[in-house]
C-alpha cells in the first residue's frame, strides 16, 4: 500500500545537537511539506518542495534545513539554531488521484524532544 | 490571501449528542476544502473532502460537511457522537500544491 513514512517516532536531542528526521512516500508525489505542531497552535509551515531539487521555506523555516535529492525522500534536519525544537513534527505529501482532485497524505508524526 | 478559520479552539459534547465543528476560508476561487481528524501523537487522517458537485459530503465514521459557497464555510457535522471521536479537528483549503490549515478543534465527549 502507498503511503508516507516517518522515522523514529521519538527522538532525543541534547543541545547543541543537530538531528534528521526521515520522511519516505512511494505514492509518486511531487510535492512534500514539512509542519511543526505545538499546542493549540495547529499545524505551522516549515519547509516544502514541490520538485526534486528544488525547495521553499515556510513560515518559520529559521534553525532548520531540508533536502530533496530524491522524489522519495524529504529528510528535516534541526540544527542547533533552532532554540525551541521540542515538538511534534509531521511530513505530508500532496498530490491527485485520477477524478479525486488534491489531497494530503500524512505521516504519523516524530515527536522530538530535547533533554 | 487563502486562510482557514476555526472559531471553537475546544469543543466539550456528550456522548449521543450531535455535533457541528465550524470553517471558514477565504479564497479568491472554489477551492477544495478537507477536514482531518488528528488521535493524540498520531498523524491526521482524512475525514471527508470536497472539490465539486454535491455540496453535501459524506466521510468516514458517520461524519458529513456541507459547502456553502455565500457563507464561505465548510462546516463538519455529526448527527451522536461516540467517545471515540475524541480527538482534534482541522480544517483545510487546498488548492493546486498549496495546502492551508485552520488551527484545529479539540474535541472532548463525556459520558
Known amino acids: 500500500d502507498g503511503g508516507i513514512t516517518q522515522s523514529p517516532k521519538y527522538l532525543f536531542r541534547k543541545e547543541g545537537q543537530n538531528v534528521t528526521l526521515s520522511c519516505e512516500q512511494n505514492?509518486?508525489?511531487?510535492?512534500m511539506y514539512w509542519y511543526r505542531q505545538d499546542p493549540g497552535q495547529g499545524l505551522r509551515l516549515i519547509y516544502y518542495?514541490?520538485?526534486?531539487?528544488?525547495?521553499q521555506k515556510g513560515d518559520i523555516a529559521e534553525g532548520y534545513s531540508v533536502s530533496r535529492e530524491k522524489k522519495e525522500s524529504f529528510p528535516l534536519t534541526v540544527t542547533s539554531a533552532q532554540k525551541n525544537p521540542t515538538a511534534f513534527y509531521l511530513c505530508?505529501?500532496?498530490?491527485?488521484?485520477?477524478?479525486?482532485?488534491?489531497?494530503?497524505?500524512f505521516g504519523q508524526g516524530t515527536r522530538l524532544t530535547v533533554v | 490571501a487563502q486562510s482557514v478559520t476555526q472559531p471553537d479552539i475546544h469543543i466539550t459534547v456528550s456522548e449521543g449528542a450531535s455535533l457541528e465543528l465550524r470553517c471558514n476560508y477565504s479564497?479568491?476561487?472554489?477551492?477544495?476544502l478537507f477536514w482531518y481528524v488528528q488521535s493524540p501523537g498520531q498523524g491526521l487522517q482524512l475525514l471527508l473532502k470536497?472539490?465539486?458537485?454535491?455540496?453535501l459530503v459524506q466521510g468516514i465514521k458517520g461524519f458529513e460537511a456541507e459547502f456553502k459557497r455565500s457563507q464561505s464555510s465548510f462546516n463538519l457535522r455529526k448527527p451522536s457522537v461516540h467517545w471515540s471521536d475524541a480527538a482534534e479537528y482541522f480544517c483545510?483549503?487546498?488548492?493546486?500544491?498549496?495546502?492551508?490549515f485552520g488551527t484545529g478543534t479539540s474535541l472532548t465527549v463525556i459520558p
Open positions: 505530508a505529501s500532496i498530490g491527485r488521484r485520477q477524478g479525486m482532485g488534491t489531497e494530503a497524505f
Open positions: 505514492l509518486n508525489h511531487d510535492a
Open positions: 518542495s514541490q520538485i526534486v531539487n528544488d525547495f
Open positions: 479564497y479568491g476561487a472554489t477551492p477544495y
Open positions: 470536497y472539490f465539486s458537485g454535491d455540496t
Open positions: 483545510a483549503v487546498g488548492s493546486g500544491n498549496q495546502f492551508y
